[in-house]
Each structure stands twice: as structure tokens, then as C-alpha cells.
């Protein structure tokens, strides 16, 4: 990671960082205009390099800027309720209610073999007040625990299951038999408590307390005994950043790295936009060791 708070990257881009662990506002880019590939490069190292990024002044562009930014990413997964734009899944809230703001720490889709890796998430019309979206970061995360407590986790894995989290009467299935379907759709499985980026190499804690269950080899109480202590850790101040949200800014993170929470204290009603990029399984430090000693016998 850079060590200076500001500095340029290829394509003209500009980066100011928001925190020391993670966050920076990216700047020299108007979406109105075609993505070239320089800036596209800059935007991803930027992105690998702080978890997450923020764009400000998109507020002159559509739908169509805003897939053509997810693209630079990786393949937008479709999976949103209209179907003239099945990128877009709509983020709202009403204003003084819990309801639709994530307000929990998590990363998105853990419950998928194959989580998303990269959000984007656009501001439509956000609240006028209030209504702030932080992040934290895994890596920061993991890198702050104990030797002693590293080795204990780093082989272990999480149970975690959609349904077994979500009520029946949750109005976002909007039927019990959607809640089937979606139980079907995403059966309990397993994920690593620390993951690796593939990219970078990164270990970052990934167990988070709204979604995983148990700890696979733990008893009930043990496992979420140690799920708490770790999930605790997404919590200090110094591990996050906090973005206001304002008409035409972009969020852009990495779900595989970071997690995030919507401040519940929205005065008034807020509509975003998001669109995911599709991902693939997450690497435990095992995996990634392996996948390391195949490089060279492919090479």
C-alpha cells in the first residue's frame, strides 16, 4: 500500500486516501466519457490497494455508465428483480428505519460458494442527513490479532446458510415459498475464517457474526464464542473508514477484503444502486498455498 496519502496513478488518476487500513477518493475520471484501459488499470490498483474507493460528480450519468464502470471489474452478475436492468440491485431505506440498511457488519453473498468480489454502489438519491455507510477492513483486521490466535484460526472454516439467518416473513422474499426456493438455491456450506486475496496475496478475516453459524470442528458454544471475538474486531475505529453519501458519489469495494455496515440514522428516505461482479470460491491459506506450488508447473 502507498504510504503517501496522495498520490497519482496511470490514466491521470488521482488517489487521497480516507484512512491509514483502507478507503481513498479516486479522482480524474468522468464516467460520461468512454473507460479506457489506463484508467480502468488505475481504478483496479487503487481498489486492490485500499479495499475500497470512492468517485464523486457522477451525477450527470445513467444505468448504462454505471455497468460500463462494474465492467472494468469483471462480469456483472444478474440477478436483480427488473428485468430491463437485471445488474441493478436497488438499496433503499425509509428514513429513521432499520429496515434495508444493512446495518450489521458482513460481506456480501458469503453464503455462495462463489461470493461476489467487487461492489459497486451508486448514489441515486441519498439522504440529506445521516445515513452513512462505513467499511472495515479484513486485512487490517487480521493482521491486528495475536501470533497465537492466527494459528488457531487460520485452518479453520465457518458454517453459514442463508435461510437459517433470514425469517420466512422477511419482506424482501416477499412469500414463504420464495424463502423455499432461495433454501434450496443456497444450501449451508462451509467458508474459511481467513482468506486470501487472489490477487494480491492479502490474508484478510472473512467469519463475520451476521452470517456465519458455528465453526466447523467447535461445539455450538465455542464456535460462536470465537465467531464473536472475531467479528468484535471489525468494530475498532481504527480498522475503518465512513463515507457520506452524496448525489452522483460511487462506492466501490472489495468484498473479499472488507466488510461493511449502513448507519442506520438516515433523516430522511435513500435509494442507491448497486451492481456486483461475479467472483469465485474463496481461497483459504491452504488453497493459495497449493494454487502458488501449481504456478510453476503450468509455467
Not at 433503499?92 to 453473498?109: I, L, M, P, V
Request: hydrophobic share 35%.
Amino acid at each position: 500500500m502507498p504510504a503517501d496519502r496522495t498520490y497519482e496513478l496511470p490514466g491521470g488518476l488521482t488517489v487521497i486516501r480516507t484512512q491509514p487500513a483502507l478507503g481513498a477518493v479516486v479522482s480524474g475520471i468522468d464516467l460520461a466519457q468512454p473507460l479506457d484501459e489506463a484508467k480502468a488499470e488505475g481504478l483496479r490498483r487503487a481498489l486492490f490497494a485500499h479495499g475500497v474507493i470512492f468517485l464523486r460528480g457522477q451525477d450527470h450519468i445513467g444505468f448504462a455508465e454505471h455497468l460500463m464502470l462494474a465492467e472494468a471489474f469483471g462480469t456483472p452478475i444478474c440477478d436483480g428483480p427488473d428485468p430491463e436492468r437485471p445488474q441493478i440491485t436497488p438499496v433503499s431505506a425509509k428514513a429513521g428505519s432499520r429496515e434495508g440498511t444493512a446495518s450489521s457488519w458482513h460481506s456480501d453473498g458469503c453464503y455462495q460458494p462463489s461470493p461476489p468480489s467487487v461492489s459497486i454502489l451508486r448514489g441515486i438519491d441519498p439522504c440529506t442527513f445521516g445515513g452513512d455507510t462505513c467499511w472495515a477492513s479484513g486485512v487490517a483486521a487480521y493482521a491486528g490479532l495475536a501470533d497465537e490466535l492466527k494459528r488457531q484460526i487460520d485452518p479453520l472454516r465457518f458454517t453459514t446458510s442463508l435461510a437459517a439467518r433470514i425469517p420466512k416473513n422477511y419482506n424482501h422474499f416477499g412469500t414463504a415459498s420464495n424463502w423455499e426456493e432461495l433454501n434450496e438455491k443456497y444450501p449451508p456450506i462451509t467458508q474459511p475464517v481467513v482468506v486470501v486475496h487472489p490477487v494480491t496475496g492479502a490474508r484478510a478475516l472473512y467469519a463475520n457474526s451476521t452470517w456465519a453459524l458455528g465453526i466447523e470442528g467447535m461445539d455450538e458454544e465455542e464456535g460462536q464464542a470465537l465467531i464473536d471475538r472475531l467479528s468484535a474486531e471489525f468494530t475498532r475505529p481504527e480498522y475503518q473508514t465512513r463515507w457520506q453519501w452524496e448525489k452522483g458519489a460511487i462506492a466501490i469495494w472489495d468484498n473479499r477484503i472488507v466488510q461493511h455496515y449502513g448507519v442506520p440514522d438516515q433523516t430522511t428516505d435513500r435509494y442507491l444502486e448497486r451492481i456486483t461482479v461475479q467472483g469465485g470460491p474463496m481461497l483459504s491459506i491452504a488453497d493459495w498455498q497449493a494454487k502458488r506450488k501449481r504456478i510453476p508447473e503450468q509455467a
